[in-house]
């Protein structure tokens, strides 16, 4: 399902993609995740609830500019679309590192991977990738600029479930961040 207002957005600055390459993330269910758990037990998840409370209070609200369309990989067939973050990300940033310190103190592993704030908006039908859609993006990306400003004023704990059909998103705990 495309989000009207970002394709226009897109299509103005250059950005098309190739019919019936992609499959689309329902704009519902578009999220920035700031840590990922292949699993987590159920014995785990107040520690996991006690440390997105305590990240979300020591981290004002703020703006955040979407900016920006690119793919993952960086290079070759693309397998995911994705808006970056401009204005604001510092302060994304800042959170994620506040999720992670206060995991750790609760005994998580640190995350192997980089933080890399993105919104995942499609993702290729083709598990190897379309190279279409790479090409478009290519030809596109740099005249991307702003897409759009969203306010972040909550970190959500989500639980995905994957199956036959789109992921299911379960919000298991709502923490607003300090005003």
Do not use: Y
């Not at 207002?5 to 299509?11: C, K, V, W």
């Not at 037990?41 to 609830?49: A, F, K, N």
């Not at 369309?69 to 959170?95: I, Q, Y």
Request: charged share 25%; proline share 7%; glycine share 10%.
């Amino acid at each position: 399902m495309h989000d009207p207002l970002l394709d226009t957005s897109l299509a103005a600055r250059g950005v098309h993609f190739p019919e019936g390459e992609l499959r689309w993330v329902l704009a519902a269910q578009r999220h920035l995740t700031l840590r990922f758990f292949d699993e987590l037990s159920e014995d785990r998840m107040e520690d996991v609830r006690g440390a997105a409370a305590a990240a979300a209070a020591g981290v004002s609200r703020f703006d955040l500019e979407l900016e920006g369309v690119g793919c993952f990989p960086p290079r070759g067939p693309a397998k995911v679309v994705w808006v970056g973050c401009g204005a604001g990300r510092e302060a994304l940033v800042a959170l994620a590192e506040a999720i992670s310190l206060a995991l750790e103190s609760r005994g998580f592993s640190g995350d192997t991977r980089p933080f890399s704030p993105h919104l995942t908006l499609a993702r290729a039908r083709n598990r190897r990738g379309s190279p279409a859609v790479a090409a478009a993006l290519r030809a596109g990306a740099a005249a991307a600029g702003p897409l759009g400003r969203v306010r972040v004023d909550r970190l959500l704990l989500i639980r995905s479930t994957l199956g036959s059909g789109p992921p299911r998103h379960d919000v298991l705990g709502t923490f607003p961040l300090s005003a």
